[in-house]
């Protein structure tokens, strides 16, 4: 058992990537936060920060031009940012998610002329898989890629797509062969130059409001062959091993949103005085933080674990990225709900930042697939 603990527990570097994430998101994102929510605008200063630093696709392999990171560090990354802003955590994590079908079913074409512009700054990466009409149900999607000689024309809307206008490139599933279903499906990877790329307004959310969702519209999307990502008809499967990899990316954005709720909790009523002492002496206060801090412990480790069985691709893998993507989102809202309850009237306003992290929060426990269905992936791969 320890030594199996030892493959996840992280290492003095990436303790030391902690430190530096940290320090860098305090000094360069968490003075916008507030700003970038309010305005809901894209945090460019953020994009910005990440960027000089080469913290916005740490999971690049070198290769590539990339960090390299391996799963934990990346999930290091991402839950640093988010501590003090959910929507700049977004751009760490969805390049992840757009790019690593690239990386995991790709050709050494493909990955040559797309990781390294991401790997270097140039581009961000999105995901394209929802639906109008295909959200939990993905395999029911109704866009369209039909073979035109060394061409591929693709028809359709993706919906739910984040930092879509924003990112240059965008994997996209759409239907090969509409009498297969989810065996019908293959993958692509469209730029936002291509003619016929176009985006619906930005969708009004409760949260994240600075990672911009949008439509993303397809009409006649002409696209050579070679951009196909793996074989036709595997486009599904990419999809799925991709969201085992990732859904470990949104446990880390729930982690550090609901760390920094704790943080600023922990704080405040440290310094708010009551009955002629501080909040924090009364023991109702107490075990509320206790168990804030106990929950988003266990969440931590499950993630990690999770993370080392990303890395090592283990046979698991599907049932423990599940768990530590529900596990951890529901922790979030949980603890971010009782940050708002310490804070007292103060939480409900915007001039304090947990109103912001509870509404972040939310979405965690809704996307890249809703906490409903990461209990059927459970149960369908129990270990």
């Avoid at 490139?169 to 509409?178: E, H, L, R, S």
């Avoid at 990732?246 to 009955?275: C, N």
């Avoid at 529901?330 to 603890?335: F, I, K, L, N, Y």
Wanted: negative net charge.
């Amino acid at each position: 058992m320890n030594q199996d603990f030892d493959l996840y527990r992280p290492t003095e570097e990436h303790d030391m990537l902690r430190e530096s994430v940290r320090a860098l998101a305090e000094a360069k994102i968490a003075p916008f936060a507030a700003e970038v929510d309010e305005q809901g605008r894209f945090p460019q200063e953020a994009l910005d920060a990440l960027v000089a630093n080469d913290l916005h696709a740490v999971h690049v392999p070198e290769n590539y031009g990339g960090a390299g990171a391996d799963a934990l560090a990346t999930v290091i990354v991402i839950e640093e940012v988010a501590r003090v802003c959910g929507s700049s955590s977004l751009i760490p994590a969805v390049n992840k998610l757009g790019s690593l079908p690239v990386m995991l079913s790709g050709s050494e074409e493909l990955k040559q002329k797309y990781l390294a512009p991401l790997a270097k700054g140039d581009a961000m990466f999105s995901y394209c898989l929802s639906e109008p009409d295909a959200g939990s149900d993905a395999a029911g999607m109704k866009t369209r890629a039909v073979r035109d000689g060394d061409f591929y024309v693709l028809n359709g809307v993706k919906r739910w797509i984040t930092n879509a206008g924003v990112s240059q490139y965008y994997t996209v599933m759409a239907v090969t062969d509409p009498e297969k279903r989810s065996k019908g499906i293959s993958a692509f990877v469209v730029e936002k130059d291509d003619e016929g790329v176009s985006f619906g307004a930005p969708e009004k959310k409760l949260g994240i409001k600075g990672s911009p969702t949008r439509e993303v519209y397809l009409d006649n999307v002409r696209i050579p062959a070679d951009r196909m990502i793996g074989a036709e008809g595997t486009g599904f499967a990419t999809a799925m091993k991709t969201l085992d990899h990732t859904r470990i990316t949104i446990a880390a954005q729930a982690l550090g949103i609901a760390q920094g709720a704790l943080d600023y909790a922990k704080g405040y009523v440290q310094e708010r005085k009551q009955f002629g002492k501080p909040i924090a002496d009364f023991q109702g206060v107490q075990f509320m933080l206790a168990d804030m801090a106990m929950k988003l412990e266990a969440a931590r480790q499950l993630t990690y674990a999770a993370a080392a069985k990303s890395e090592r691709v283990d046979s698991d893998l599907t049932f423990f990225g599940a768990a530590a993507k529900c596990f951890a989102s529901d922790v979030a809202m949980e603890v971010t709900t009782d940050a708002v309850q310490l804070l007292g009237g103060y939480g409900y306003t915007r001039d304090y930042p947990v109103e912001r992290m509870m509404r972040d929060a939310k979405i965690t426990q809704i996307y890249e697939g809703t906490n409903q269905v990461q209990r059927i992936v459970m149960a369908r791969n129990l270990p």
